[in-house]
């Protein structure tokens, strides 16, 4: 039980191309969903959390217009990067929590580059 | 803010050997803590998570302890095999909020 996906896991997308990756929870309902972003042989970093139904809340240095994140439903939470950058390439992670008990289940993570 | 950090960055160790790895966080106001694998180029797999009310986790080889007064864990692996070649993190997960802060990791190679 708890297993989190990601699609795709890996993408490549030309700079100022939009990419949208997804998140799902296959065997239990999010309440919560988190986004990571993981640079080579560093460490995660919380890029935001969202709630189903309500807007996502970012960290600090985030951009919200850069990173939009939509958690329209109990299973399914998408990460789009708009006006992708090669910067913007990355590992990016989700993770989905059940209620404010439970741990984080982590997905497989997106691996994009931007050319 | 919590801080968390990992010592050492990286361990190379014969297999067989049983080692520990060290995790410090600085705000000892923590829900739980969380030590992680993570392969090259995957994402996180789940080891051992120990509440803030417990001291100690196991599983199968693995033990990890904590002592929040002092801000500190450990996790020991024993007798230590070329499979447990990865990166190994610690997350805290603070008592006022959701989020997991992660520790820097410590990549160890187990050669045989």
């Known amino acids: 039980g708890a297993v989190v996906s990601q699609h795709p896991s890996r993408v490549i997308c030309k700079s100022g191309t939009s990419v949208k990756i997804e998140c799902r929870s296959l065997d239990f309902q999010a309440t919560t969903m988190f986004w990571y972003r993981q640079f080579p042989k560093q460490s995660l970093m919380l890029m935001a959390t969202s709630n189903e139904g309500s807007k996502a809340t970012y960290e600090q240095g985030v951009e919200k217009d850069k990173f939009l994140i939509n958690h329209a439903s109990l299973t399914l939470s998408t990460l789009t990067v708009t006006s992708a950058h090669p910067e913007d390439s990355s590992f990016y992670i989700c993770?989905?929590?059940?209620?404010?008990?439970?741990?984080?289940?982590f997905g497989p993570g997106t691996r994009l580059t931007v050319t | 803010k919590q801080e968390v950090t990992q010592i050492p960055a990286a361990l190379s160790v014969p297999e067989g050997e049983n080692l520990v790895l060290n995790c410090s966080f600085t705000?000892?106001?923590?829900?739980?803590l969380q030590w992680f694998r993570q392969d090259p180029g995957k994402g996180l797999t789940s080891l051992l998570l120990?509440?803030?009310?417990?001291r100690e986790q196991t599983s199968g080889r693995l033990n990890a302890s904590l002592d929040k007064s002092s801000g500190r864990s450990t996790l020991y692996i024993a007798a230590s095999q070329p499979g447990d070649s990865a990166t190994y993190l610690c997350?805290?997960?603070?008592?006022?909020?959701?989020?997991?802060?992660f520790g820097t990791g410590t990549r160890l190679q187990v050669t045989l």
């Open positions: 705000d000892s106001a923590i829900y739980n």
């Open positions: 993770s989905a929590r059940r209620d404010r008990e439970d741990e984080q289940y």
């Open positions: 120990i509440q803030s009310s417990q």
């Open positions: 997350a805290v997960r603070a008592r006022t909020a959701s989020k997991l802060t």
